[in-house]
């Protein structure tokens, strides 16, 4: 396609303009389309930062909807795939005209498995309410009727509900072509419409996914494509961290305990006593959490396997645990032939054996039974690129591992033939690409940025109270919500508070409600994320407060959201055993680990909080910043500069004039 094409698609009197009311063409978005379909013929990886309001949806789609090879998409979570899937990309299909075949593929887990639904319609111990009773009879008529299988497309059963987990199909578990619900298999026909569409609209977590069946050799999951094109590709380094690691939970060898001894005892009852096989592979779980119990009183509840306290009783309770798997899976493996759920147990049992092993090395000592030739030493060193770490709670224990560094794994899975795209509004720190391009192994790709339009200094201001303590002070939330109560009592639009921990949260909507503030208060936790969105959006003047999930994907323009408040910077917390590895990593080769890794992931997470204030031309508002830090320490400058470019100010009284001034002019 010639550029000049590109441009007229874009052109105010284009097929786009037509098809759109109130379309307007944006120099940046077509500059973001043209580099995009050059990267797509050179085969090339391009890594563009295009700012809120570049359009940025439509200047990767337009090249890959003419470019005339097979395009993957893959977006940060699954709302925004289900966004792309129904409402742009049809869209944009009508506008141009063209005959492009398109699908949606997400992983197993979203898809109803018939074979898993009758096993819980056959077993009604497994329903734990009489809500669930209800979700079950929602979901059975859903499976005769859907054409998807997708749960997202059953609003009468929540996302998050524990039903699910027991509808549908893990790796483990799946019975592949043995299964006798094959042909109907919802997960089977999404991926042949994946293998036989033009363009396939997928996740991170999916393509991470993919990377990681890939490393063992399996190659079933993604088509092959000639380009992929990631969009909210600032999500890739953590998504690709947890997908390249590991992780084993008490949970899942209790679930084996109970799947054993149901198919033990309905399909091989006189091989053994399987209620006795089910009971002692349950206790070695729980012995092992409790043996884990120390963990409880350290940050987090988290350790590194070398700061695991009492570490004699876990590594015990841990090598009894590998050896009642061993016995399990000689027991399963003597009936698997005999049926399907016997030999998906024995299959779930190997698998968890595994990895817990894979976990267990090296152990103390230094020694790896995985590479015995090596010398201590060296085995020692072939652990250094990974963490282990366990985490307890009230009822489980999980084992993870995650990889220090994605970059090579990553970076090594790009087809040579193949187009790389790398898209988000925060992909740089202050114009410099080099953190993000360095977690992922990207240092050759080109990049590109291009500013919002929007006009920033007269939509925004950026607030910063002069006399705050600092973070670390305990009476921190208290000054941080009297600083902001007069914004929220002068202000009438919805207002987003943004928390860098789930205590400050909590804390924080108990003292909007103790100083008593007239607006509706809105806690995460207290619903879904979801609900709690659709909430925010339709009570006039409400207040979220929230953490993590709430610092991105989050569109809410006009006077639904005229005030975003953060609390803190967000710096990563410190009890993470992955950024604790990573920086302890980078200190010992000579680096300085706070400019190198911590700032800079802390200046691309407050862009992207702040990105949730400003979503259109006509939007308007405060960002309130209630770190001082951000102005009285000479690193803040380049956090404040990495900033959309709003007005700044340090005076209350400045920040009420705006909010009084747009509040007038904006008739609310």
Not at 70 to 95: E, H, I, Y
Not at 108 to 129: I, T
């Amino acid at each position: 396609m010639l550029l000049q094409e590109l441009s007229d698609i874009f052109s105010a009197d284009g097929p786009l303009a037509a098809a759109v009311p109130d379309y307007r063409p944006r120099q940046s978005q077509i500059e973001m389309a043209q580099a995009i379909e050059a990267a797509l013929q050179n085969r090339g990886t391009l890594v563009a930062e295009a700012g809120t309001g570049t359009g940025k949806t439509w200047a990767y789609l337009v090249p890959a909807f003419m470019g005339g090879g097979k395009v993957l998409v893959s977006t940060g979570t699954r709302t925004l795939q289900d966004q792309l899937f129904r409402r742009d990309v049809p869209r944009l299909r009508a506008a141009l005209a063209l005959p492009i075949t398109v699908a949606l593929l997400k992983g197993r887990g979203n898809y109803v498995c018939h074979y898993h639904l009758e096993r819980l319609q056959g077993d009604e111990r497994a329903l734990k309410s009489r809500a669930e009773m209800a979700q079950l009879r929602h979901i059975q008529v859903f499976a005769q009727h859907s054409k998807t299988g997708d749960r997202a497309d059953l609003a009468q059963v929540p996302e998050e509900a524990d039903i699910w987990n027991r509808v549908t199909s893990t790796r483990e578990n799946c019975l592949g072509q043995e299964c006798p619900r094959v042909r109907d298999c919802f997960l089977m026909k999404a991926r042949r419409q994946a293998q036989d569409a033009d363009l396939v609209v997928v996740n991170h977590a999916l393509f991470m996914a993919d990377l990681a069946l890939r490393e063992e050799g399996i190659t079933d999951l993604l088509p092959a494509v000639d380009a992929v094109i990631f969009d909210e590709a600032h999500q890739l380094p953590d998504i690709a961290t947890r997908f390249l690691g590991s992780s084993v939970s008490s949970s899942q060898l209790l679930e084996l305990a109970r799947n054993m001894e149901a198919a033990g005892l309905a399909q091989a009852r006189e091989a053994t006593n399987w209620s006795e096989a089910g009971k002692r592979l349950e206790q070695a779980a729980r012995e092992l959490r409790l043996a884990a119990a120390p963990i409880d009183k350290l940050p987090g509840r988290k350790a590194t396997f070398e700061a695991i306290p009492e570490p004699e009783a876990f590594d015990k309770a841990l090598a009894e645990l590998l050896a009642e798997l061993d016995k399990c899976a000689a027991l399963l493996g003597a009936v698997a032939e005999k049926h399907p759920d016997l030999a998906a147990a024995a299959k779930t049992c190997v698998d968890l054996r595994a990895r817990l092993f894979l976990w267990s090395q090296p152990d103390r000592q230094g020694r790896n039974a995985l590479a015995p030739e090596q010398s201590e030493s060296r085995a020692a060193d072939a652990s250094s690129g990974a963490v282990r770490w366990v985490e307890h709670g009230m009822h489980h224990v999980r084992l993870h591992s995650a990889p220090l560094s994605v970059a090579r794994i990553f970076s090594r899975c790009r087809n040579p033939d193949q187009a790389w795209v790398l898209t988000s509004a925060t992909l740089s720190v202050h114009g410099d690409f080099g953190h993000f391009q360095r977690q992922l192994g990207l240092s050759d790709a080109a990049t590109q940025r291009w500013e919002s339009p929007f006009d920033y200094p007269s939509q925004g201001l950026l607030f910063v109270p002069r006399g705050l303590p600092l973070p670390s002070d305990r009476q921190f939330n208290e000054y941080f919500v009297d600083a902001l109560l007069p914004l929220l009592q002068a202000g009438s639009g919805g207002a987003l508070v943004l928390c860098t921990t789930l205590r400050s949260v909590d804390r924080i909507a108990e003292l909007l409600q103790e100083r008593g503030l007239q607006r509706p208060i809105l806690r995460q936790g207290d619903y879904s994320r979801r609900i709690l969105l659709e909430r925010f959006r339709a009570e006039k003047g409400a207040v979220l407060v929230g953490s993590a999930s709430f610092w991105e994907g989050i569109d809410v323009p006009g006077d639904a959201l005229t005030l975003v408040a953060i609390d803190k910077l967000p710096f990563a917390p410190p009890d993470d055993p992955v950024l604790e590895a990573r920086l302890k990593r980078c200190r010992e080769q000579g680096g300085n680990p706070f400019m190198e890794y911590q700032l800079p992931e802390a200046a691309i997470a407050l862009k992207q909080g702040a990105g949730r204030l400003i979503r259109s031309e006509t939007d308007w508002g405060v960002l309130m910043v209630g770190d001082v830090r951000m102005v009285d320490k000479p690193y803040g400058k380049l956090l404040w500069r990495g900033l959309p470019a709003f007005a700044r100010t340090r005076e209350p009284a400045e920040a009420l004039a705006f909010l009084a001034a747009r509040q007038g002019g904006s008739g609310s």
